[in-house]
């Protein structure tokens, strides 16, 4: 079946302990995307990746890292997470921009 | 930052009416789409418009690219209970072409 996937899917942590979240995807897609949605915001890009070893940032990728070491995963860094990114967190990925598949969403609380 | 206004932001509305909710801006895009998120899940993609007038259907869905290609709407028929949920507009933007913009959301809730 062709998938997103992520984990963990629900997350609870303390202000600046790193924390990574995962994203694969069986698909072959070249472009991978992380997003993070907060209420009235709708989704906002944080970074997106259009092949291996190529990523850049999205609208806000402060305190965020990426990588794209392999086509299919494309790990969420945050090395010192802080309480303004409680949120929910999508990867998404597609062949050619278009139509995105997204995954299951984490949400993550960090007090 | 935020470039797609969405209205409205929610809808409450009767099993059986129909539904319009439309999405602005001030920038020009070559592609506009409409997702639909259902609780707990991510975004799927319902439709997707190409071209500036493009009006295209989706089973009880229809959706217009605007002819300014700066504005789009999404309309639902005859709603029924499945269709609850957020619904997004996004677009792709003309430079960097995977960068993709979200619209602020309109959550729709139907009473039985």
């Known amino acids: 079946e062709a998938q997103v996937t992520q984990n963990p899917r629900y997350l609870i942590t303390v202000t600046g302990k790193k924390l990574t979240v995962t994203c694969s995807q069986n698909?072959?897609?070249?472009?991978m995307s992380w997003y993070r949605q907060d209420p009235g915001l709708g989704l906002r890009q944080i970074y997106y990746?259009?092949?291996?070893?190529?990523?850049d940032k999205g609208d806000v990728p402060e305190g965020y890292k990426v990588s794209r070491k392999e086509k299919r995963n494309f790990p969420l860094i945050l090395e010192s997470p802080s309480p303004n990114q409680t949120s929910l967190y999508f990867c998404?990925?597609?062949?050619?921009?278009?139509?995105?598949?997204f995954g299951p969403g984490t949400r993550l609380t960090v007090l | 930052g935020q470039q797609l206004n969405q209205s409205p932001q929610s809808m409450f509305i009767q099993e059986g009416e129909d539904v319009s909710m439309n999405c602005t801006s001030s920038?020009?895009?070559?592609?506009w789409l409409w997702y639909k998120q259902d609780p707990g899940e991510g975004p799927v993609l319902l439709i997707a418009?190409?071209?500036?007038?493009e009006l295209t259907s989706n089973g009880r869905l229809t959706a217009q690219f605007g002819i300014t290609r700066k504005d789009s709407f999404l309309n639902i028929s005859a709603s029924i209970p499945s269709d609850v949920g957020i619904y997004f507009c996004?677009?792709?933007?003309?430079?960097?072409?995977?960068?993709?913009?979200f619209g602020q959301g309109t959550r729709l809730t139907i009473n039985p």
């Open positions: 418009l190409y071209k500036a007038g």
């Open positions: 998404a990925s597609s062949s050619g921009g278009r139509r995105q598949f």
């Open positions: 996004a677009c792709l933007r003309i430079q960097g072409a995977q960068k993709l913009v």
């Open positions: 698909m072959n897609h070249e472009y």
């Open positions: 990746s259009m092949n291996v070893e190529v990523t």
């Open positions: 920038s020009i895009f070559n592609t």
